[in-house]
């Protein structure tokens, strides 16, 4: 088993930053790929970052050159710096791992066997 733990989130303004952080505990060895998912009212789930265990990344379109994921293995934790935030970025954020590639939406959750409780990110403008 692999448990998530999120902290982040908040209210801020268009144009501003926060840092999003996971902190992994468990059997983190089975854990192939780390990243963050979204989910706005009425909308999927949509993957908009994530890092393999070698490091390599990939990004959602349309937060590319905005956001970073990173993360930390000294630590076990995962981070997602987002600046530039628009009011679009407003999403219950959620962590995630799996043992595979993580997928790009998710309809039901069961694809992806550990998420994070949620933390919500509110943009203003």
């Known amino acids: 088993q692999v448990q998530l733990l999120e902290s982040g989130g908040g209210l801020v303004q268009a144009g501003g930053s926060l840092l999003l952080s996971c902190a992994v505990s468990g059997n983190i060895f089975s854990i192939n790929d780390m990243g963050w998912y979204r989910q706005a009212p009425g909308k999927q789930r949509e993957l908009v970052a994530r890092i393999t265990r070698s490091g390599s990344t990939n990004y959602r379109g349309s937060v590319k050159g905005r956001f970073t994921i990173s993360r930390d293995n000294a630590k076990n934790t995962v981070y997602l710096q987002m600046n530039s935030l628009k009011p679009e970025d407003t999403a219950v954020y959620y962590c995630?791992?799996?043992?595979?590639?993580?997928?790009?939406?998710?309809?039901?959750?069961?694809?992806?066997?550990?998420w994070g409780q949620g933390t919500q990110v509110t943009v203003s403008s």
């Open positions: 995630a791992a799996s043992p595979l590639v993580l997928p790009a939406t998710v309809v039901v959750l069961s694809p992806v066997p550990y």
